[in-house]
């Protein structure tokens, strides 16, 4: 299965390359699209064509970020159904593979999807044993999550991912923390799409995941 991460769109909307599975790791709205009716908008009009325009044959599955407060208050209502599977603490399968997806951080100021650490810990209890691929936003601690005042990551979702082993884990969050990682026999992919200046800097990271492991395609700056 060819498997493209993207993630930290902002708005961004960048040519998907072939893949079987597109997973999408949150802050998909515009920065300026923080209200509930601006976030519904784009998204029934921007987003939608984008996925309208990607090959049917490919499945394309997300979650919400800390910018996306148009999911806040539960899934917006569309008069068509958007091409793709939105998941908040939830599971989907695709050609045989478990995927769960989340869209928790630890707090950062007043963002949409905050919880502290000891609330996070009930949210990654919710994930299955059985998960083959973790489609978050926030990365677990000390991989992929560099700021200026040390890792941001969450240490509870870290010990989940340790405790679980999933074969895949896709994350953004932290535009900085672009990269392809190992925790251990999982591999851990920080798909941000956009820089910390929020100019797109890094290529969609493309992996194939067969029975036998998970092998990096293509991951990079995007010129």
């Known amino acids: 299965m060819r498997i493209c991460c993207i993630s930290d769109l902002h708005g961004h909307l960048p040519e998907v390359p072939p893949c ?16 509930r009716t601006k976030g519904r908008n784009w998204l029934d009009t921007k987003f939608r064509a984008w996925l309208e325009a990607i090959p049917k044959a490919t499945t394309v599955v997300g979650v919400a970020g800390n910018h996306d407060f148009v999911f806040t208050e539960g899934y ?13 603490d939830s599971a989907t399968t695709v050609g045989g593979v478990s995927i ?50 040390g890792p941001a990551g969450s240490p509870g979702l870290l010990r989940r991912i340790e405790a679980i082993r999933p074969r895949l884990a896709v994350a953004g969050h932290i535009h900085s923390g672009y ?36 092998a990096v395609v293509d991951c990079g700056p995007l010129y």
Not at 20 to 35: E, F, M, N
Request: net charge negative; charged share 20%; aromatic share 14%.
């Open 20 to 35: 079987d599975l597109l997973l999408l790791a949150g802050d998909l709205v515009p920065t300026d699209c923080h209200s």
């Open 179 to 214: 990269g392809v990682y190992r925790i251990g026999p999982t591999t851990f992919v920080s798909a941000s799409h956009l820089d910390e200046q929020y100019a797109p800097a890094h290529r969609p990271v493309l992996l194939d995941l067969t029975d036998a492991r998970v």
């Open 76 to 88: 917006p209502a569309f008069d068509r159904p958007l091409p793709w599977t939105y998941l908040q």
């Open 100 to 149: 769960w997806g989340t869209p928790w951080q630890p707090t950062f100021f007043d963002w949409a999807f905050n919880l502290d650490e000891p609330d996070l810990a009930a949210k990654w209890d919710l994930i299955p044993e059985r998960t083959d691929v973790l489609l978050l936003h926030g990365p677990p601690f000390g991989y992929g999550d560099p700021t200026p005042r």
